[in-house]
């Protein structure tokens, strides 16, 4: 009788995801919150409306609006694909984010400035949703693991205008935007790196030296030996 036992698949039982698969995303989708309030600081908003020559109208629908209108539909993809295709999705989703605050921060001009936040809420809110979606798949620590989202992303959101608004004072608006390269870029590589773990520990069972792997005990015939 062979007394070896093929390796397992890595993998967590029952489907559930390794909460560390979240660190990346997470990153950032709590910058993709902080960007949707930190224009609304009242020297952040009033030098932004003053350096694109926007009114307060258009400087609503092209900050807050059109934000939250392609965050929506980013978030849409993001609980759909996310929970499967977490690196794939939120990989994609970080490069937006990027290229829209570069936008942002770089604008000479409203229509710029609308492509650049367009861009980043379409990344945010697909972000967001993979990480919400693959949040639920976390097992055991799914509760935990969303209760640290939560509140990590409330403070998120207020800090964002305090923040701008101090960058605004001391530097210039711009500065809200630039700031969020570095975690958004450390986000990324942390995606990557851990999408490369999944990947190699999503291995199926070795088979044994006749070839065949060893079907798992609940599905032996009652008394049934393994085979030798």
Do not use: C, K
């Not at 660190?23 to 993709?32: S, V």
């Not at 986000?187 to 060893?214: C, D, E, K, W």
């Amino acid at each position: 009788m062979h007394d070896h036992q093929p390796q397992r698949n890595a993998a967590l039982p029952g489907g559930e995801r390794p909460a560390w698969a979240l660190i990346g995303p997470g990153i950032a989708a709590l910058t993709g919150l902080y960007l949707l309030t930190m224009p609304f600081g009242p020297a952040a908003r009033l030098s932004l409306q003053s350096a694109l020559a926007l009114s307060s109208q258009t400087a609503l629908l092209t900050t807050l609006v059109a934000y939250l209108v392609s965050a929506a539909a980013g978030g849409a993809l993001g609980v759909s694909l996310g929970g499967r295709l977490l690196t794939t999705v939120g990989m994609a989703a970080i490069g937006f984010m990027i290229i829209g605050v570069l936008l942002n921060a770089l604008a000479p001009d409203a229509g710029i400035y609308l492509t650049g936040r367009v861009l980043s809420g379409l990344g945010a809110g697909g972000v967001v949703g993979a990480t919400v979606a693959f949040a639920r798949r976390a097992g055991r620590r799914r509760g935990a693991v969303v209760a640290i989202l939560a509140g990590l992303g409330v403070l998120a959101l207020i800090l964002g205008p305090l923040i701008n608004q101090g960058l605004t004072v001391a530097l210039s608006w711009r500065w809200g935007y630039l700031i969020t390269v570095l975690p958004l870029v450390v986000g990324l590589i942390a995606a990557a790196v851990s999408g490369f773990v999944l990947l190699l520990t999503r291995r199926p069972a070795q088979p044994n030296s006749a070839g065949m792997p060893y079907p798992p005990a609940e599905q032996r015939p009652w008394n049934a030996p393994p085979e030798t």
